[in-house]
């Protein structure tokens, strides 16, 4: 997969396009994928720290989210020309799976901001199928995990800020049967509006 390394960050050169029809075929091979946002705060922190270092390189997709990853591309003569953010990734995510009949789980943020989140999905989205939702608050994570597998969910957003949210993805991804994984902080609250 291309990738550039920034301060022994990697970051994916994809295109959301790209992204997605990689995702697709990862998808048809039962391979589990996790996407990442990465910009220059996380490079920095990433850089005082190994743990945080490896959270994100171990994930499948690391996006480059913020304008200084393109700055640091443009510098070296990299590939990456233009940003794929998070909330962006997660509209396309949400496009793609009404497109193609993935069933969507939401896990994070408050009550009401993660219910009202699944409200304006589906209007916006017609068609999707938003197999469950549960609020960022909960202190059990079987509880959340049985929710999740007993929802069927294939693509799984997480929103409890970075990193909590990439680190509860990695500990529990081999529990469910989702397939796409995506940290997305505070996106459920824009979708709440
Ligand atoms: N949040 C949560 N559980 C927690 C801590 C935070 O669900 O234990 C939610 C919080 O309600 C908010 C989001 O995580 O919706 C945090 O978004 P933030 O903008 O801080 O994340 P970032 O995009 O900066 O990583």
Request: charged fraction near 25%; hydrophobic fraction near 40%; charge should be neutral.
């Amino acid at each position: 997969m291309q990738k550039e390394t920034y301060f022994g960050v990697d970051v994916s050169a994809l295109s959301y396009d790209e992204i997605l029809a990689d995702l697709k075929n990862r998808m048809q091979q039962d391979l589990k994928s996790t996407i990442i946002a990465v910009n220059p705060e996380k490079v920095i922190k990433a850089e005082q720290s190994n743990e945080l270092r490896e959270l994100i390189n171990s994930a499948t997709y690391q996006i480059p989210d913020g304008i200084g990853v393109l700055l640091a591309s443009k510098l070296k003569g990299g590939r990456i020309t233009s940003r794929v953010t998070g909330v962006d990734m997660m509209e396309r995510l949400l496009g793609f799976a009404a497109k193609e009949g993935y069933r969507v789980f939401l896990y994070g943020a408050k009550e009401e901001v993660v219910s009202k989140a699944r409200e304006n999905i589906i209007a916006k989205y017609p068609g999707i199928t938003i197999a469950g939702y549960e609020n960022g608050y909960v202190q059990d994570p079987d509880q959340v995990i049985n929710k999740i597998n007993e929802a069927k969910a294939d693509i799984l957003f997480v929103a409890m800020g970075s990193p909590k949210q990439e680190l509860w993805i990695r500990e529990h991804m081999n529990k469910m049967g989702v397939k796409v994984f995506q940290g997305v902080g505070g996106s459920f609250d824009v979708f709440a509006g």
